[in-house]
């Protein structure tokens, strides 16, 4: 066993699964219920099983599915994580993946098979992490927060119908910091992948247009 | 040893090694000498040696420096590549760098345990490419094209010294496609990135101001 260990490592997925709430950007943690580091917090995450996955990203998504019960439709890989060092039980592969998880679907998060699941703050995590967690989270966010700067828009944290302030304030949540309302609606105006609707959100402002995404849109 | 390839993937890591000639973006590939897939023209990669590699990133350095002889400065994760059917010693892992070679190193690569290699176009390959490398090949030039369409200056496959058109018909090498002078200097001018020497490239026409890369500058 300990030859074989030499010559095929561990392969794990880890997944970064964030959402907006009302108090901002919010990343997905698990309590680990088996050792190694038992009681830590870590990103819900599970070895490859190569006679049940189809493929890493396969696994990713099983994980997901039997800890915490959410089916995701945005994955994406974010980069490995290798050595000998970042597990105990041997030189190991971890394949990261971030994904986003919409606004109204924060509630159907189940906790299976960890000791709890907490969402929290992935500015400041406040805990210290399993294994090398910590710099897979700060590698997750960096990705979504690029991918904002560049004006994607991340609109698979929306909910189904959302006027263009909350789709703002996500983009606020993610880059952490503010943006000018203005420069904001110069540079979504004409994406194709915001479908105006015939809704409006009643408030005690004036009435405001409710959008939704264009099914097949993308994250670029 | 059937029941652990169920547990354990095998794990490589293959390298699109790009460089830009007179003739454009080429990219490395080898022929295989040993099976499977003898004969077939591949990106140059090898199985992760847990005992010798201390990481994946290390690993692709090592499989560079065996088959080709090369010492790579700019290594950069792509993505994973997985499954049961890529190739057919097993449900195995592929993870994929892309790497960029100095102009002025090109004649450094050299031959070993490979029975040829070559640089070839990656726009048309025009061979019938061994596993998933002709799919790999696709990602890391979309990788490198998405950095370059995004005002990241590919100064790793510069000679130490260059002119702002040897750059600019490098960038236009990476996108397939020129691109407008005035508009390629009006995006590069203010670069930290580019230091101007003084040095100058003598030629048929006006002295060419020569320039080289900030140390320590990032692809990014």
Redesign the interface.
């Known amino acids: 066993m300990s030859k074989?260990?030499?010559?095929?490592?561990?392969?794990f997925v880890d997944v970064a699964l964030f959402c907006v709430d009302e108090q901002g950007l919010r990343v997905l943690l698990v309590q680990r219920a088996l050792e190694p580091e038992i009681g830590r917090w870590a990103l819900p995450g599970g070895i490859?099983?190569?006679?049940l996955d189809?493929?890493?990203?396969a696994a990713a998504r099983r994980v997901l599915g039997t800890k915490i019960g959410v089916d995701i439709s945005h994955l994406e890989?974010v980069?490995?994580f290798?050595?000998?060092d970042r597990d105990p039980r041997?030189?190991s592969?971890a394949?990261l993946y971030c994904a986003l998880l919409p606004r109204d679907q924060i509630d159907a998060v189940a906790k299976n098979k960890v000791a709890a699941v907490d969402w929290l703050d992935p500015f400041h995590i406040g805990h210290r992490l399993a294994f090398d967690h910590a710099l897979q989270i700060e590698a997750a966010l960096r990705l979504l927060q690029n991918k904002v700067k560049?004006n994607a828009l991340p609109l698979h944290l929306m909910p189904e119908l959302f006027t263009l302030t909350a789709l703002q304030r996500t983009c606020e949540a993610v880059l952490g910091r503010s943006m000018d309302k203005a420069v904001f609606r110069r540079r979504i105006k004409g994406s194709e992948d915001l479908v105006e609707t015939e809704e409006f959100e009643l408030g005690r402002q004036r009435p405001a247009q409710l959008y939704r995404a264009r099914s097949g849109f993308l994250f670029e």
Request: proline letters at 7%.
């Open positions: 074989l260990k030499e010559l095929y490592p561990l392969t490859l099983k190569p006679d189809a493929s890493l990203e890989e980069r490995t290798s050595g000998a041997g030189w592969v394949v560049r």
